[in-house]
């Protein structure tokens, strides 16, 4: 069974990546998950989770996702925004765990918006 | 919500919310009832706000007029014969208190607390979170960010991915999700 005391291990293992992170900050993606009541009920926290899961995965370290509040837009939850410098904000809605990964893949690795989750018309 | 841990989460983002530097969450289960607090030592409301913050009609939020997060989980609460209780000192902190008869048919499972509470550590706005679990007959499980950063030291961020997963792993580990036969 694991024990707080068992971070260590990843402490020693990542202290060595340390200084490419550092000089990264300026490019720093943010990804913000909308997590109010609207958010969590409509299935924000797996988005969330595994918008993590995929960041550690991938290794993406100048990557940060983050909480905020309601978005305005209830019924279009869960929504996730992407933040990259430079560039306009992409706001994705009714996203859920495969949509995530698929963020993470086309628009943060490979840079292509995924035009499918973005507002439609209808909504 | 479908799951209590849900609740758990939407009402902790209100402490955040009320710039609390420190957040505790305790989940506590014997045979007869599961009760959730969260304590934090944010803003607080005043007395008149706090007569009405069951409204679904009061919220603290500006892009819309409804706040559903407290009325549900009271309601659940009620529902699950269990009761609700909310404590507030303007500029002192908050305690909400929620407990539900451990074998109701109407009870949600508590669900993935892990995750809730790593969703929480991984944007700590600047606050501490204690998580306390504690099983009638198990030895308590408290998680404390204070503690894992010390642990980490300084270079390593507690937001760190690989740290927050392996916090989500601890924590499945080391709690147990039933009592007396009911699954939590």
């Not at chain 1, 293992?13 to 200084?19: A, F, L, R, T, W």
Request: charged content about 30%; hydrophobic content about 40%; proline content about 3%.
């Amino acid at each position: 069974m694991k024990s707080i005391a068992d971070i260590k291990a990843i402490r020693d293992k990542m202290q060595s990546e340390i200084i490419l992170r550092d000089s990264d900050e300026t490019n720093e993606i943010r990804v913000v998950v909308g997590m109010a009541t609207c958010g969590i009920s409509a299935g924000a926290r797996p988005v969330f989770n595994t918008l993590i899961d995929e960041v550690a995965k991938r290794k993406l370290t100048n990557v940060k996702v983050t909480r905020t509040g309601c978005l305005g837009m209830c019924k279009l939850e869960p929504i996730v925004e992407v933040f990259v410098p430079n560039q306009e904000k992409v706001t994705y809605v009714h996203v859920n765990s495969e949509k995530a990964m698929d963020i993470i893949v086309n628009h943060i690795v490979n840079g292509n918006v995924c035009k499918d989750y973005l507002i439609k018309d209808e909504d | 919500m479908r799951e209590l841990s849900l609740n758990i989460l939407d009402i902790a983002e209100n402490s955040f919310k009320a710039e609390a530097t420190e957040i505790e969450i305790v989940v506590k289960a014997d045979a007869n009832f599961l009760t959730i607090s969260v304590i934090d030592n944010g803003v607080g409301m005043d007395e008149e706000f706090l007569k009405r913050v069951t409204d679904p009609f009061t919220t603290s939020r500006t892009t819309r007029k409804v706040g559903m997060g407290i009325p549900l989980i009271k309601m659940q609460a009620e529902l699950c014969e269990g009761s609700f209780d909310i404590q507030s000192t303007k500029w002192v902190g908050t305690t909400l208190t929620a407990s539900f008869k451990t074998n109701h048919i109407d009870r949600p499972p508590l669900g993935d607390i892990a995750e809730t509470i790593v969703s929480l550590i991984a944007d700590l706005k600047g606050a501490e979170l204690t998580f306390r679990y504690e099983l009638e007959g198990e030895e308590p499980f408290v998680l404390s960010t204070k503690e894992v950063k010390e642990e980490l030291g300084d270079t390593i961020p507690i937001d760190t991915p690989d740290v927050l997963i392996f916090i989500k792993d601890l924590i499945k580990e080391n709690i147990k999700l039933s009592i007396g036969g009911f699954s939590l």
